[in-house]
Nanobody, 126 residues
Framework: QVQLVESGGGLVQAGGSLRLSCAAS????????ISWFRQAPGKEREFVSGITWTGGRTLLADSVKGRFTVSRDNAKNTVNLQMNALKPEDTAVYYC???????????????????WGQGTQVTVSS
C-alpha cells in the first residue's frame, strides 16, 4: 500500500507561482512513476506531469511546458511541482498518483494508477 498526501495549493493571481508537494509513504518501488493530474469543474481529468522515483525521466503536458517543473526528493519521499506563470485555466484540483511502472505504462492514462492522493485546490484569479 502507498499513501499520498498533497499540499501547497491555494489562491494566486495570474502570473504568480505555487509549489505543490506530494509526500509518499508505504511501499514505493524505484521503478514507479509518480504523476500529477488535475481536474477542473466540468472537465475531464488531465495529465500534468510525471517523474520516475529515480528522477531519470520526466514528462510534462504541452499545456504546462515552460511554466511547470517537476522534481523529487528521495530522502523525503516527496515529489514537487513548481508552477510559474500561472493562468486562470490552471485552476483545478491537483492530484498526485503513483503505482505504475515507468515502462511500458502510459503515464498520462489516469486509470492505470492504483494510488491517489486526496487532492489540493489551486485557484488562479485573473
Amino acid at each position: 500500500q502507498v499513501q499520498l498526501v498533497e499540499s501547497g495549493g491555494g489562491l494566486v493571481q495570474a502570473g504568480g507561482s505555487l509549489r505543490l508537494s506530494c509526500a509518499a509513504s508505504g511501499v514505493i518501488f524505484s521503478s514507479y512513476v509518480i504523476s500529477w493530474f488535475r481536474q477542473a469543474p466540468g472537465k475531464e481529468r488531465e495529465f500534468v506531469s510525471g517523474i520516475t522515483w529515480t528522477g531519470g525521466r520526466t514528462l510534462l503536458a504541452d499545456s504546462v511546458k515552460g511554466r511547470f517543473t517537476v522534481s523529487r526528493d528521495n530522502a523525503k519521499n516527496t515529489v514537487n511541482l513548481q508552477m510559474n506563470a500561472l493562468k486562470p485555466e490552471d485552476t483545478a484540483v491537483y492530484y498526485c498518483a503513483t503505482g505504475i511502472q515507468a515502462s511500458p505504462s502510459p503515464w498520462a492514462r489516469g486509470s492505470g494508477y492504483p494510488y491517489w492522493g486526496q487532492g489540493t485546490q489551486v485557484t488562479v484569479s485573473s
